[in-house]
């Protein structure tokens, strides 16, 4: 079956380190997207990519970066910059519209709780 | 004002009842109206998609859409236990904007 898949489900990080979240689609999907969900705050757009090796920031990008190296696949990297970092973490993916306004929901991925100890 | 409006609830009702579910947006280019729910520790499920105004009924769910009030709904009939969720909806002109969601639980 078709769908996103993020690892690790949970991931704990220390002071000061870098952590990287996966995330691998196997729908054919153009688009790709990262967001973090904090209790209250709803979901929040890190970074998007629409197409191999092309990115875009988001609303809230600072301390985290992305790669988009192959179609299947956007890793997202939290940085020690990232000063607030424990939340929960989800990858999505969408089909890319033609014309103006076109545009098609989303398929999320279960998330990474990321918390930092 | 911010794009999209969303009561955080929780609302609370008991199994069998209509449950209503609505937003309120600001932006008159918003054309792709969406629904999803999200279950505790899992990521949002697409529940209903509808372009422009009028309704579309999927099973026990309804989306209407009234764009001339910038304010779109969802209801639920014959609500039941596995309906306790998260629902968050989502509109987009050139990009998704989603609402912070309201929380509904469904009291046996």
């Known amino acids: 079956d078709g769908g996103i898949t993020q690892s690790p489900k949970y991931l704990f990080r220390k002071e000061g380190q870098n952590v990287t979240l996966s995330c691998e689609q196997n729908?054919?999907?153009?688009?790709m997207y990262w967001y973090r969900q904090d209790p209250g705050q709803g979901l929040r757009l890190i970074y998007y990519s629409q197409i191999v090796n092309d990115f875009q920031k988001g609303d809230i990008a600072e301390g985290y970066s992305v790669s988009r190296e192959k179609k299947e696949s956007f890793p997202l990297t939290v940085t020690s910059a990232q000063k607030n970092p424990t939340a929960f973490y989800l990858c999505?993916?969408?089909?890319?519209?033609?014309?103006?306004?076109?545009?098609?929901?989303?398929?999320f991925g279960s998330g990474t709780r990321l918390t930092v100890v | 004002q911010k794009e999209v409006e969303q009561d955080p609830g929780p609302l609370s009702v008991p199994e069998g009842a209509i449950v209503s579910l609505n937003c309120t947006y600001s932006n008159s280019a918003f054309q792709y109206f969406m629904w999803y729910r999200q279950y505790s520790r899992k990521g949002p499920e697409l529940l209903m998609y509808t372009y422009s105004s009028g309704n579309k009924e999927d099973g026990r769910f309804t989306a209407q859409v009234d764009k001339s009030s910038k304010y779109i709904s969802l209801f639920i009939r014959d609500s039941q236990p596995s309906d306790s969720a998260t629902y968050l909806c989502?509109?987009?002109?050139?990009?998704?904007?989603f609402g912070k969601g309201t929380r509904l639980h469904i009291l046996p």
């Open positions: 989502a509109m987009s002109a050139d990009k998704i904007i």
């Open positions: 999505a993916s969408s089909r890319t519209g033609t014309g103006a306004g076109k545009n098609y929901g989303y398929t």
């Open positions: 729908l054919n999907h153009d688009a």
